[in-house]
């Protein structure tokens, strides 16, 4: 049986003990002076393993800590307790307890027992002064007590009223002495008048009248020695009363100013949102998601004139920096607040700036555009049901029942399929509209991080798993006439499960992806590797972007609460010019000193001179500093290397989160952007992710229904992939013989080698199961291919179905090389007409 440091009982209970009388009780021994801090060495009861060992002990202001070494005060403490509150007593000639009601509990044993009492009296005076500080604590109420904000006056306040505390009790402790000095010398002058009227010699009595002369002086000097001291404290006191109220005016006038300061910027945030609204969107386009944004966004783009150019070790690993503030040669007087990088770039070759010339170009100037409503969005979605997970129900469910037909409960879930995961990468679509006007293609570049670490950052809270699309499936995103651009994505590949994604804006950019999830589970974790590429081309400079996605991991699967980190690198990598941004996401680490889901990167051109340095977080903002000079000569890295110093410019904002609505917490945590995702539209194609009963069941609240319309939907695709599969039997020959393997969730089958073993996955379990190569994803491998299983078994599939996606087609991709799904267009056009004739029906 183990004991919690410091709580266990090994004796009487301490508030049987009356620690007053056995203080009395013991041989007396030094007394330390009052208030003084007294320190020393005591073992200190830890455990029955352990026992007893030796502690350094402090005692001051009321306060007992504990240390394991001398060494460790100045910056670890085991432990304190409150001696105010606190009861002492003595359990033999060494040891002793301090108990503060049952919280605390130390079980202490001196050396010897001298030291034993001098450690009970240091105690007990030093109680006695805590309790009387309390009291007058609470009777001077809110006056004396410093403020909980901390501030600089509040501890100048608490420490004047620490040292008039000090100051009193010593006064008092004088005190003290003087009464027995009273006492005593009041005693000493009758027995010397006694002795007076005794008939002695002359020579006697007139010694004894001297010793009674200077008892008597002796006393007059301890009483003047007390009025002193105390006409010192009461002026100290009168200070201090004066020095409280002027700190509270002080406190008063700071809050008053702080109130101004919000409401001066609330005021200035809902000019510029004003003014955005009133110079590029009409009055119905106003929504708060994108206004907010737009205006964090823009402001970020060169204010922030007042935050400081703080910058620590970037990376650990591979790109091991350090920045510091550049010579002040280096800094220039912007020309306009919101210039943003093009005014660090410094233009001596006459270009017109940035935002001058987008909004001299731009054609959605006031001018030229048309009024058009826009359709308002919901806000709000019906709250989470609070059901209760029972997985022995879950088990009890499955019995008697082919695993193949064991279907995954929606409680994991949350009522959005992948793709529409996949459509929130768009959620800070400005960055990219802000790209496309750059003329600088290191610029462009720092954009274009910043996007791909905000896509990340609605996922911090996000632990629910979506639903997997069913082969087919798609999900549009029309925000042409809100934000410019429109997106589809389709489930192209149902084994490997993969989707495509494809969006253009007529603000010049077009992003298109294809992405397929493969995952290992750890025991404590499920690490989820994204495959696949994300391309981003801007039509007016021709720059062709590419980068890749990080490893998401979520932790805490079996026990614990669920939470999500981001972790791995991206590069960045403009294929035109051959610039590069090497963006690290750091993994949350307990012992690490940095923030926690920290982002530092650093853009780089075609000859490895770094221009910008990128530092934030993944799930808040991102900031970006100039390079104005960089040398080697830093600290060590990990591995031995010397860091890079880069000099560098006051940073400014990229991009910061938006806010998540009211009652996020209520709705899966969902953005304002994911709320609207699965609203009801019309004209929307059949096979869209918002006709998916389960899923709109789940939506509802009704999970029971959701259940059972999720298995009938999993059991229809199973048997559509079946009749897939035969017809494509006919035209080729089997590969295996034996039973046909059915679309199960973990049906293992035993193939015609002894040691290969072939694992199939229900569509809802797919990319949670299966750990897929790159190979695998772009489909390189002949009709039967092998990959990694779930516990490093080679995987094999079953016979091609030979499905074609309905508006995507295979090509590879020019850049990167690699085969990729390309919308061939068709979708468009086909809502215009309302003609959905060649959708299949897979719901």
């Known amino acids: 049986m183990m004991c919690r440091r410091g709580t266990k009982q090994i004796g009487p209970p301490s508030d049987t003990v009356k620690p007053r009388a056995v203080v009395m009780s013991e041989p007396k021994a030094p007394i330390p002076a009052p208030g003084d801090t007294y320190k020393g060495w005591l073992f200190k009861w830890t455990n029955y393993i352990k026992g007893y060992q030796r502690r350094w002990f402090v005692l001051s202001n009321g306060l007992l800590s504990y240390y394991r070494t001398q060494a460790e005060m100045g910056h670890t403490c085991r432990g304190t307790i409150n001696l105010a509150t606190a009861n002492i007593a003595v359990e033999d000639s060494c040891n002793f307890v301090i108990s503060n009601g049952g919280t605390q509990t130390y079980h202490l044993k001196a050396s010897s027992e001298v030291e034993r009492q001098r450690w009970i009296t240091a105690l007990e005076?030093?109680?006695?002064?805590?309790?009387?500080?309390?009291?007058?604590?609470d009777d001077s109420g809110d006056e004396s007590s410093p403020p909980a904000s901390g501030q600089g006056g509040g501890s100048r306040n608490s420490e004047v009223q620490?040292?008039?505390?000090?100051?009193?009790?010593?006064?008092?402790?004088?005190?003290?002495?003087?009464?027995?000095?009273?006492?005593?010398?009041?005693?000493?002058?009758?027995?010397?008048?006694?002795?007076?009227?005794?008939?002695?010699?002359?020579?006697?009595?007139?010694?004894?009248?001297?010793?009674?002369?200077?008892?008597?002086?002796?006393?007059?000097?301890?009483?003047?020695?007390?009025?002193?001291?105390?006409?010192?404290?009461?002026?100290?006191?009168?200070?201090?009363?004066?020095?409280?109220?002027?700190?509270?005016?002080?406190?008063?006038?700071?809050?008053?100013?702080?109130?101004?300061?919000?409401?001066?910027a609330k005021q200035h945030n809902h000019l510029e949102r004003a003014f955005r609204g009133a110079t590029v969107l009409p009055p119905s386009q106003s929504n708060p998601a994108i206004d907010s944004k737009g205006s964090a966004a823009s402001k970020g783009d060169a204010s922030d004139e007042d935050e400081e150019n703080e910058f620590f070790d970037?990376?650990?690993?591979?790109?091991?920096?350090?920045?510091?503030?550049?010579?002040?040669?280096?800094?220039?007087?912007?020309?306009?607040?919101?210039?943003?990088?093009?005014?660090?770039?410094?233009?001596?070759?006459?270009?017109?700036?940035?935002?001058?010339?987008?909004?001299?170009?731009?054609?959605?100037?006031?001018?030229?555009?048309?009024?058009?409503?826009?359709?308002?969005?919901?806000?709000?979605?019906?709250?989470?049901?609070?059901?209760?997970l029972n997985l022995w129900s879950i088990m009890k469910n499955c019995i008697g029942k082919e695993l193949s037909k064991i279907p995954m409960p929606v409680n994991f879930n949350e009522p959005l399929s992948m793709l529409q995961r996949l459509s929130e990468d768009l959620e800070y679509y400005e960055l990219l509209d802000r790209a496309a006007k750059c003329q600088n293609s290191l610029e462009?570049?720092?954009?274009?991080?910043?996007?791909?670490?905000?896509?990340?950052?609605?996922?911090?809270?996000?632990?629910?798993?979506?639903?997997?699309?069913?082969?087919?499936?798609?999900?549009?995103?029309?925000?042409?006439?809100?934000?410019?651009?429109?997106?589809?994505?389709?489930?192209?590949?149902?084994?490997?499960?993969?989707?495509?994604?494809?969006?253009?804006?007529?603000?010049?950019?077009?992003?298109?992806?294809?992405?397929?999830?493969?995952?290992?589970?750890?025991?404590?974790?499920?690490?989820?590797?994204?495959?696949?590429?994300?391309?981003?081309?801007?039509?007016?400079?021709?720059?062709?972007?590419?980068?890749?996605?990080?490893?998401?991991?979520?932790h805490n699967i079996i026990v614990g609460k669920l939470w999500i980190?981001?972790?791995?690198?991206?590069?960045?990598?403009?294929?035109?010019?051959?610039?590069?941004?090497?963006?690290?996401?750091?993994?949350?680490?307990?012992?690490?000193?940095?923030?926690?889901?920290?982002?530092?990167?650093?853009?780089?051109?075609?000859?490895?001179?770094?221009?910008?340095?990128?530092?934030?977080?993944?799930?808040?903002?991102?900031?970006?500093?100039?390079?104005?000079?960089?040398?080697?000569?830093?600290?060590?890295?990990?591995?031995?290397?010397?860091?890079?110093?880069?000099?560098?410019?006051?940073?400014?904002?990229?991009?910061?989160?938006?806010?998540?609505?009211?009652?996020?917490?209520?709705?899966?945590?969902?953005?304002?952007?994911?709320?609207?995702?699965?609203?009801?539209?019309?004209?929307?194609?059949?096979?869209?992710?918002?006709?998916?009963p389960d899923q709109r069941l789940m939506e509802q609240g009704r999970w029971e229904e959701a259940n059972a319309e999720k298995q009938r939907l999993e059991e229809k695709q199973r048997t559509a992939r079946r009749e897939r599969e035969r017809e494509a039997n006919r035209t080729s020959s089997p590969t295996e013989e034996g039973k046909e393997p059915a679309d199960g969730a973990e049906e293992v089958e035993i193939a015609s080698e002894p040691s290969e073993?072939?694992?199939?996955?229900?569509?809802?379990?797919?990319?949670?199961?299966?750990?897929?190569?790159?190979?695998?994803?772009?489909?390189?491998?002949?009709?039967?291919?092998?990959?990694?299983?779930?516990?490093?078994?080679?995987?094999?599939?079953?016979?091609?179905?030979?499905?074609?996606?309905?508006?995507?087609?295979?090509?590879?991709?020019p850049a990167t090389g690699e085969p990729t799904h390309i919308y061939r267009g068709g979708y468009w056009e086909a809502k215009e007409q309302g003609n959905w004739d060649s959708c299949p029906d897979i719901f």
């Open 125 to 137: 005076l030093a109680k006695a002064k805590a309790f009387r500080m309390q009291a007058e604590s």
């Open 444 to 554: 462009q570049m720092c954009y274009v991080a910043a996007f791909t670490v905000s896509s990340y950052s609605t996922t911090v809270h996000r632990t629910g798993k979506p639903f997997n699309p069913l082969l087919g499936e798609t999900f549009e995103l029309d925000r042409l006439q809100e934000s410019g651009y429109r997106s589809l994505c389709e489930q192209v590949s149902h084994h490997p499960p993969a989707a495509a994604h494809h969006a253009i804006s007529e603000r010049g950019w077009t992003l298109r992806q294809e992405i397929a999830l493969a995952s290992k589970f750890r025991g404590k974790y499920l690490s989820i590797m994204p495959l696949g590429s994300i391309h981003c081309i801007f039509e007016k400079s021709n720059n062709h972007y590419t980068w890749k996605k990080v490893t998401t991991t979520v």
């Open 314 to 388: 970037a990376c650990e690993d591979v790109q091991e920096f350090i920045t510091v503030p550049a010579d002040p040669k280096y800094h220039r007087r912007s020309g306009s607040n919101v210039s943003g990088i093009s005014s660090e770039l410094g233009m001596d070759d006459g270009t017109t700036s940035l935002d001058e010339q987008s909004l001299a170009s731009n054609p959605e100037s006031p001018q030229s555009q048309e009024v058009v409503p826009v359709r308002k969005r919901r806000t709000r979605i019906p709250d989470k049901p609070n059901y209760s």
């Open 565 to 692: 980190d981001q972790s791995g690198e991206i590069d960045v990598v403009n294929h035109r010019t051959g610039d590069r941004c090497h963006l690290k996401f750091a993994p949350y680490s307990y012992f690490s000193r940095d923030v926690a889901r920290k982002v530092t990167g650093v853009v780089t051109d075609k000859d490895g001179k770094a221009h910008y340095v990128l530092s934030g977080t993944w799930d808040e903002k991102m900031e970006y500093s100039r390079v104005m000079q960089s040398s080697r000569g830093g600290e060590n890295g990990a591995d031995g290397r010397q860091k890079t110093v880069y000099q560098t410019l006051k940073a400014k904002e990229l991009w910061r989160k938006t806010p998540l609505p009211d009652g996020a917490e209520n709705m899966y945590y969902f953005s304002t952007l994911a709320l609207t995702l699965n609203e009801p539209e019309e004209g929307i194609a059949p096979t869209d992710s918002r006709r998916r």
């Open 162 to 264: 620490s040292t008039l505390r000090t100051l009193g009790s010593k006064v008092e402790d004088l005190s003290t002495c003087n009464d027995l000095i009273a006492k005593h010398g009041s005693a000493l002058q009758r027995s010397l008048s006694e002795l007076e009227g005794v008939r002695l010699e002359g020579q006697t009595s007139e010694k004894i009248r001297q010793v009674t002369e200077r008892a008597t002086l002796f006393r007059i000097t301890s009483n003047a020695m007390i009025n002193a001291c105390r006409d010192f404290l009461a002026l100290a006191q009168a200070h201090s009363k004066r020095w409280q109220k002027a700190l509270q005016a002080e406190r008063e006038q700071r809050v008053r100013l702080e109130e101004t300061l919000e409401q001066l």
């Open 757 to 813: 073993t072939t694992y199939k996955t229900d569509t809802d379990e797919t990319s949670s199961d299966l750990s897929l190569s790159t190979e695998t994803l772009h489909g390189s491998h002949p009709p039967e291919y092998s990959m990694e299983g779930p516990f490093g078994a080679p995987v094999k599939s079953g016979h091609p179905d030979n499905y074609r996606a309905m508006w995507f087609e295979r090509h590879v991709d």
